[in-house]
């Protein structure tokens, strides 16, 4: 690359990382940056032409239609209450064990963030509800943290996941694969955290006996539950536990549906997707009143169209971002100039894998994906390495650094969510679930067919 080149990059990272700064939404900053670059390296006439032709190119992709298929089959099954069903199921299963609440809030925010397919939303839905319960239990809030911040990556893995299919569709691998081998990892990841809640549990019940004997407290937290769940949900006394496992009931459906078909080959990921969709409909129909069903559908749609339309936003801005780095021609360097070093393939892989962590300090899981995957797909692919084992690994990381000090995003979330809780204690509630996410990363990497045994059982397109 040319010296002029290399400025012109510098000035794209600089107006970029300038107009984070000041709060500007991160489609728009990286689509301003990025056109920038394209005015400094071919002039208005390419700007221009970039402006009217890029964003077309990057979202007319039919792939993509899978996208506002499972943000409505979310919103659909939160209006429903199934995910604060979900968590008020766990609540009363868990309330007798070691961190009871704890584990209840991990659950509930797996589940909730497995049919939104947003770590932000969920530990900005579940921070609330759940610390008052963790804490009221006689646990600290540190472990309220923690577990609220890390259950909300759990929805990268499980699917229906977003994130694993927009990483499917810049990097053309099989989405339908991705979605099957994000399985294995997410049970580990949830077995994982929930040996570091009881380690957790188990320390401070040494140091502070008198603090955590008696988790039974949270009973009283029973149906407090959590999400969005539309009011208009008909709930009658006396039939709250049945309603819960009802609502459980549900969800199981609707990922038996939207996943049980891909992996038996039924249906490719866009069919599922659609009868995810229809499958959360009439189950929001079942549990809502007649009368408020237009008014319901309508809130949900209304609500799915801003969320599908961030999501859109995010990858043309990213779209615009690739194509300069494409241009400029640092992509293909950096590809090349990592190939040429002839380095050891798991160091490769490791470095790719630790450049994702600053990152989560300005972008969210999405944004990061979008920009970064493009880059480092070619490169650990061109060692050798399977193509859907590297896509789970890098969502992963990525989700990981959304939790890792000093400047995760779930942790500032979660701060404004609960004001009291303050950002040191934050942190170091946060501390031992990394330390459990980098113990998984290092399993998947030792044992590749955690990821890998279920999409080749499948018949998963």
Known sequence: ????????????????????????????A??????????????????????????????ADYSLTIIPLFIVM????????????????????????????????????????????????TVATMARVSTDAIVRAGYTIR?????????????VLIPPSIVLVLYGVVTEESIGKLL?????????????????????????????????????????LVGAGSGSASPDVVAEPGETIGRDITGFG????????????????????????SFGAFTALIILLLRSRPSAWLRTIEESLREAVGLTAMTFLLMVGAGVFTYVLALSGASTSLVNAVTAADLPPYVVLV??????????????GISMILIAAPLLHPILTGYGFDGIWIGVLIVKVAEMALITPPVGMNAFVYSGAVREAGLDRIFRGLVPFVLADLVVVALLIAFPGIVSFLPSMSGAQ
């Open 250 to 273: 549900y969800l199981v459906v609707i990922f038996a549906v939207s996943v049980g078909t891909i992996y038996l080959g039924i249906a490719t990921p866009t069919e599922a997707a």
């Open 30 to 59: 990286l689509m301003v940056s990025a056109l920038a670059g394209v005015l400094i390296l071919r002039g208005t006439g390419a700007a221009v032409s970039t402006v009217s032709n890029q964003p077309f190119s990057t979202a």
């Open 1 to 28: 690359m040319t010296a002029a080149t290399i400025g012109a990059l510098v000035v794209v990272l600089v107006l970029f990382f300038a107009l984070l700064s000041i709060r500007l939404h991160v489609g728009l």
């Open 74 to 121: 979310g919103v659909f099954a939160v209006r429903a209450g199934l995910a604060k069903a979900a968590f008020d199921l766990a609540t009363s299963a868990f309330r007798r064990l070691p961190g009871g609440p704890a584990l209840a809030s991990l659950a509930g925010s797996g589940m909730f963030a497995a049919v939104t397919g947003s770590s932000v939303a």
């Open 351 to 364: 470095a790719c894998l630790a450049i994702l962590l600053p990152l989560g300090m300005f972008l969210d």
């Open 143 to 155: 472990l309220a943290a923690g577990v609220v911040c890390a259950g909300g990556t759990l929805g």
């Open 180 to 220: 099957i081998a994000g399985i294995g990892p997410g049970v580990l990841t949830i077995a994982v955290y929930a040996l570091t809640i009881f380690a957790l549990v188990a320390w401070q019940r040494r140091h502070t006996p008198d603090r955590a004997r008696n988790p039974d407290r949270a009973e009283a």
